[in-house]
């Protein structure tokens, strides 16, 4: 089986596994290929993700979008040595504080992670490397959220049903975890196929509730 970009994303409860410590999902669709006992380690993961930058980049990343301002970007990402399939988000510039912040936010969310927002199995920065980022770099390492309601699950003719899931996702994650999305743009909301539920991402203008 091949380790590049076209593998199939690692299952929520695969990363959830990882994070927590524990045995990633036997279920995913890439569990052949991870190796226990370098997958739980944050500095193992750190170290695969800077080496897959530097070396594989043309091979196991995929960009996927960048902002306009080009401060923050999002990728697909394998790791050749594991089979990890995930989101790495970058920022950069006026970007880093911006999702710095989202990260605390999604440490607070821990509780949900997995079910209505994505898993996070941590941040780190890489600082200006002219081998690995041309600028001190911002990294989030996040799980997939699946298809964005945009794509063929919703359009304009029925954007309005978007808008009530999406309120009822965000009310979900505001009444178990205190945090409020506040960005009400249905663009934000995916659907995962594997959990049958929707999931909210961004949350770089998030609030706590209270």
């Not at 995930?86 to 440490?107: C, H, M, N, S, T």
């Not at 359009?155 to 996702?169: G, M, P, Q, S, V």
């Amino acid at each position: 089986m091949s380790t590049s970009i076209s593998n199939s994303f690692c299952s929520q409860l695969c990363l959830l596994g990882i994070r927590n410590g524990g045995i990633p999902d036997p279920a995913c669709p890439n569990s052949s290929l991870h190796l226990l006992g370098q997958l739980a380690n944050p500095d193992i993961l750190t170290r695969h993700v800077m080496e897959t930058i530097q070396l594989y980049s043309d091979t196991h990343m995929e960009l996927i979008h960048r902002s306009n301002d080009k401060s923050t970007a999002v990728y697909r990402m394998t790791l050749p040595l594991t089979g990890l399939t995930f989101i790495l988000k970058a920022a950069w510039d006026q970007g880093i504080p911006v999702q710095q912040q989202e990260y605390r936010f999604y440490e607070h969310m821990r509780g949900v992670q997995g079910s209505c927002i994505p898993v996070c199995l941590g941040a780190f920065v890489i600082p200006f490397n002219s081998f690995i980022t041309p600028v001190n770099t911002h990294f989030m390492i996040l799980s997939s959220a699946g298809i964005p309601v945009t794509e063929g699950i919703v359009d304009e003719t029925n954007k309005n049903r978007a808008h009530l899931i999406y309120w009822r996702t965000a009310s979900e994650i505001a009444r178990n975890s205190g945090v409020t999305h506040n960005a009400t743009d249905w663009r934000n909301l995916f659907y995962n196929d594997v959990i049958n539920d929707f999931m909210l991402v961004d949350f770089s203008e998030a609030l706590f509730a209270n």
